[in-house]
């Protein structure tokens, strides 16, 4: 169940914010950037989170349903799960935002990936380190008391 709420905490907000830069980087807004222009970001995204929470919470808990169900493969280990729920988020971030728009081509292909990829892949990294239990390791065993008398 902790595994569900990092991802519904961190996925929409860091998703969120990727997806915000990266429109305006494919809309041609960074091309004459000051410190001005970098407040109007945030202050847009502050304006817009409740809805990448609203429309970005069932994918992200669809996400952190299959990085549960790869952590539930014991063959595969953390860093290769992270790099599966991202490859699948990359994909998944790609065909819902990336053909939108006039514009095509590598850098919308990666940039809009990336929103997929970035808070999946952290968030099961997150995920890792405050839910997976580490493998036990085999006991030491005592070295023999040996009496001599």
Do not use: C
């Amino acid at each position: 169940m902790k595994r569900y709420l990092i991802f519904a905490i961190l996925g929409p907000f860091i998703g969120g914010f990727l997806l915000l830069f990266a429109t305006t980087y494919m809309s041609g807004y960074w091309t004459h950037t000051d410190l001005s222009e970098v407040a109007k970001l945030f202050v847009v995204f502050a304006k817009t989170l409740q809805y990448s929470y609203l429309f970005g919470i069932l994918p992200t808990l669809m996400i952190a349903a299959v990085d549960d169900i790869i952590f539930h493969i014991k063959s595969i280990r953390p860093a290769f799960r992270m790099l599966i729920v991202g490859a699948i988020a990359f994909v998944a971030a790609e065909l819902l935002y990336g053909s939108r728009g006039p514009d095509s081509g590598a850098v919308q292909f990666i940039l809009y990936g990336l929103v997929g990829f970035v808070p999946s892949a952290l968030n099961s990294w997150l995920a890792h380190e405050a839910i997976d239990v580490p493998e036990p390791e085999a006991a030491p065993q005592p070295d023999p008391i040996v009496r001599t008398e």
